[in-house]
């Protein structure tokens, strides 16, 4: 059993940055793919960006890439999302999600999801 807990979410201006954390208990975190996902208001949820069991491969949606940035620390049991030059469309719920296996495209299934954080970009 996983347990995620997502943090970090606030308001921010466009144009600006926030970072995102999931702190996972629980076993063999290590073992776990990471992904994070959105869900905007009256939008179905919509892939972000994920993370190999190590870090040193990562996969972002085109609509971050470039501005976001997803980190993990297996000594800490933490993934996070750094996010940059944020714009309105930016505005939804961040979820993180553990995945033994991995992702593939439309593909929204989780072994488990963390009960989210809301980020808000003003414009």
């Known amino acids: 059993q996983v347990q995620l807990v997502e943090s970090g979410g606030g308001l921010v201006q466009a144009g600006g940055s926030l970072r995102l954390s999931c702190a996972a208990s629980?076993?063999?975190?290590?073992?776990?793919?990471m992904g994070w996902f959105r869900q905007a208001p009256g939008k179905e949820r919509e892939f972000v960006g994920t993370?190999?069991?190590?870090?040193?491969?990562?996969n972002y949606a085109d609509s971050v890439k470039g501005r976001f940035t997803i980190s993990r620390d297996n000594a800490k049991n933490t993934v996070y999302l750094q996010m940059n030059s944020l714009k309105a469309e930016d505005t939804g719920t961040y979820y993180c999600?553990?995945?033994?296996?991995?992702?593939?495209?439309?593909?929204?299934?989780?072994?488990?999801w963390g009960q989210g954080t809301q980020v808000t970009v003003s414009s």
């Open positions: 999600a553990a995945k033994f296996g991995i992702w593939k495209r439309g593909d929204f299934t989780a072994d488990y």
């Open positions: 993370s190999s069991l190590s870090g040193s491969s990562t």
């Open positions: 629980g076993r063999d975190f290590s073992s776990y793919v």
